[in-house]
């Protein structure tokens, strides 16, 4: 119960401690010591626990797996690796990021019409692979959609631009009004 009651805090992932057993060894399981552990703990590993990544690292390097799939499943390891080492954000705060830094949002605790509208685009987009999230994903994001990025959009600066530019359109003054597709309304829809 402790550990869901922390679980739900904002950036918990990276600030809090968790109740998490010393030893994964299941031998003695009734008896086992817990200790307050971060994430990153838990995961990566501490002085007094080995961590679930090394744990399972060392358990694909001992079995039968082929190196294709081993690279892969190593990669996927990386990746919550690093989020739990708090280099890169959980898709919630992704998302508050994302709302909180659109031009519409006035800070009051209310998305706009808008900002849900290019937040929806923006998950679309990196859910058909269009578009890569370094926001998001840092170096995992997808080698495609790098490459589909290679030329900047009308008036932006050469490099990688935020999502939140490239859905809204770089050349665009947002002061509350934003051209957008009409979204239906669930009335419409009944």
């Given amino acids: ?3 869901m009651s922390i679980a739900g805090r904002r950036s918990a992932y990276v600030s809090e401690q968790f109740w998490f057993r ?16 971060t994430c990153q703990d838990i995961l990566n590993g501490n002085g007094s626990f080995q961590g679930l990544i090394p ?20 990669r996927y390891m990386d990746f919550i690796s690093e989020r739990a080492a708090g280099n890169l954000p959980t898709d919630a705060k992704w998302m508050r990021d994302f709302v909180m830094s659109h031009p519409t949002y006035q800070h009051d605790g209310r998305v706009t019409q808008a900002a849900a509208h290019d937040l929806l685009a923006a998950a679309e987009a990196m859910g058909n692979g269009s578009e ?3 926001e998001l994903l840092g170096s995992f994001a997808s080698l495609e959609a790098d490459v589909k990025q290679t030329a900047p959009a ?6 990688y631009p935020s999502l939140l530019t490239r859905i809204m ?10 051209d957008r597709a009409p979204v239906p309304s669930l009335e419409a829809q009944t």
């Fill in 1 to 3: 119960e402790y550990n």
């Fill in 22 to 37: 010393q030893d994964v060894d299941f031998v003695g399981a009734s008896q086992a010591k817990c200790e307050l552990m």
């Fill in 154 to 159: 009308h008036g932006q600066k050469s490099g």
């Fill in 55 to 74: 744990l399972c690292k060392q358990y694909i390097c001992e079995s039968c797996c082929d190196h294709t799939t081993r690279q892969k499943l190593e």
């Fill in 132 to 134: 890569a999230c370094r």
């Fill in 169 to 178: 359109g770089s050349d665009k003054k947002h002061a509350g009004h934003v």
